[in-house]
């Protein structure tokens, strides 16, 4: 079985439909790590999409807060306006869709998605030292909420950074791989990102989608959305 996964869109349609393109037949099924909204000007589209096609989902923190089931004081004030303009623009099949995704871990086969960390869905897997001591339930995890491609692999010699290149998956280690934000990446790369498993060849591909963030930009600009929100896309950071 081949599985798209993706992570982060962030109600960012253009970059989500690069990302399509770019995938089409290399996979069959779709799973989703989570924060489906926010920041992005087409919620409704994405969301749409998904619940017709994703076949596994997590719930991010921007996808609680959408809802209403995150407290958002923790946002900073661009997040917190793009999650209140998103929740007023929700359709209310959408918001029921996005108040009832599950809390990771989320098992797939023998693998398991998660939003932050296997331990915490708020929990940002950013250095080694942030995922010394996780014992995570499977040899291979999926997680997305930092937005940077790549990931570890834990082993009996410690934690270790995993570029965003191929990685076979073996038994002698555990996993944690990112594939990066379709929507909103900030690793400087603004192309939006995805990864490719294959569950037969027990291989992990990363790869990106060129689109044109000027689109994505001006759409936030007519939303309403703050302006910033579209010009860190150009960045990718
Ligand atoms: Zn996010």
């Not at 253009?14 to 489906?36: P, Q, T």
């Not at 010394?132 to 934690?159: A, E, K």
């Not at 498993?197 to 930009?217: C, G, H, I, K, M």
């Amino acid at each position: 079985m081949r599985f798209l996964i993706i992570s982060d869109i962030h109600a960012n349609w253009d970059a989500l439909d690069a990302v399509l393109n770019r995938a089409e037949g290399k996979y069959d099924i779709v799973l989703n790590c989570g924060d489906l909204v926010g920041y992005g000007p087409e919620p409704n589209r994405v969301v749409d999409w998904c619940r017709a096609t994703n076949a596994a989902v997590v719930r991010g923190n921007h996808d609680k807060a959408a809802v209403g089931l995150a407290d958002l004081e923790w946002f900073n004030p661009v997040a917190k306006a793009a999650a209140i303009w998103t929740s007023e623009i929700l359709t209310e099949q959408n918001r029921m869709y996005l108040a009832a995704l599950p809390v990771g871990p989320l098992a797939v086969q023998d693998f398991s998605l998660v939003h932050g960390s296997p331990v915490d869905e708020d929990e940002y897997l950013v250095e080694p030292s942030d995922v010394g001591g996780l014992i995570p339930d499977h040899t291979l995890s999926f997680f997305g909420h930092t937005h940077l491609q790549g990931g570890f692999y834990l082993h009996r010699t410690g934690v270790h950074s995993l570029a965003a290149e191929s990685v076979f998956v073996d038994e002698t280690a555990a996993y944690l791989l990112n594939p990066g934000s379709v929507g909103q990446p900030r690793d400087h790369d603004p192309r939006a990102a995805f990864a490719i498993y294959d569950s037969e060849l027990q291989r992990v591909d990363f790869d990106r989608a060129e689109y044109d963030p000027a689109l994505t930009a001006r759409k936030i600009v007519e939303a309403g959305l703050p302006e910033v929100l579209g010009l860190r896309l150009f960045r990718g950071a």
